[in-house]
């Protein structure tokens, strides 16, 4: 079984910052891709940023420049640095991690945390 655990979220005034954090425990022989993901009320679920193996990244056109993904190969975590946040980038945001787990491939979300941007 392969578990995340996400950290981080909470209530900051616009033009605050945040830090969201996401790490994997279990039985990992890998990891891929991992991402951050937000939904906002009446809204569907959206990438906001992605990593890969290799540490390349793409981000949310909404959030370039803002936002920074990064990640700790040993730690099997990743971050979400959040700056200059704005009312609209309040939502629940969930970790997304692929990988393998040494005789299949899994996928997992994290249980969701949730920023709130507001004054």
């Known amino acids: 079984q392969v578990h995340l655990v996400e950290s981080g979220g909470g209530l900051v005034q616009p033009g605050g910052s945040l830090r969201l954090s996401c790490a994997a425990s279990?039985?990992?022989?890998?990891?891929?891709?991992m991402g951050w993901y937000r939904q906002a009320p009446e809204k569907q679920r959206e990438l906001v940023a992605q990593?890969?193996?290799?540490?390349?990244?793409n981000y949310a056109d909404s959030v370039k420049g803002r936002f920074t993904i990064s990640r700790d190969n040993a730690k099997n975590t990743v971050y979400l640095q959040m700056n200059s946040l704005k009312p609209e980038d309040t939502a629940v945001y969930y970790c997304k991690i692929t990988g393998y787990t040494g005789y299949r491939s899994f996928e997992r979300w994290g249980q969701g945390t949730l920023v709130t941007v507001s004054s």
């Open positions: 990593i890969t193996t290799s540490g390349s990244t």
């Open positions: 279990g039985r990992i022989f890998s990891i891929n891709a």
